[in-house]
Nanobody, 125 residues
Framework: QVQLVESGGGLVQAGGSLRLSCTASGFALNYYAIGWFRQAPGKERKGILCISNGVGGTYYADSVKGRFTISRDNARNTVYLQMNNLKPEDTGVYYC??????????????????WGQGTQVTVSS
């Protein structure tokens, strides 16, 4: 069964850090394009940090540059989103996504094949 499961969300004060995990089952994440998306209350889901397959590289939304990073642990079939210096505007539901073929440059399209269920991050001021 193909599945993505996020964890690590929670409540944190502004300036704090959280690390989200996205663990895959049924396929090997290291061969897939990876995306982290955020859906703020009342807003549409947007890509914030995405890794393309092929030559597209990594996309960072302006709002997270210098604060969020992505890493992989292939042995655990897991991708992490490290979030530092969190701000109240980072509040939302965070989703990870994976796709075997998606390639893009300069943006993060919500066209991934597999999606996790989401994990809530709340940043208090």
């Amino acid at each position: 069964q193909v599945q993505l499961v996020e964890s690590g969300g929670g409540l944190v004060q502004a300036g704090g850090s959280l690390r989200l995990s996205c663990t895959a089952s049924g396929f090997a994440l290291n061969y897939y394009a990876i995306g982290w998306f955020r859906q703020a209350p009342g807003k549409e889901r947007k890509g914030i940090l995405c890794i393309s397959n092929g030559v597209g590289g990594t996309y960072y939304a302006d709002s997270v540059k210098g604060r969020f990073t992505i890493s992989r642990d292939n042995a655990r079939n897991t991708v992490y989103l490290q979030m530092n210096n969190l701000k109240p505007e980072d509040t939302g539901v965070y989703y990870c996504a994976a796709d075997p073929d998606l390639s893009f440059v300069g943006h993060c399209p919500p066209l991934y094949e597999y999606w996790g269920q989401g994990t809530q991050v709340t940043v208090s001021s």
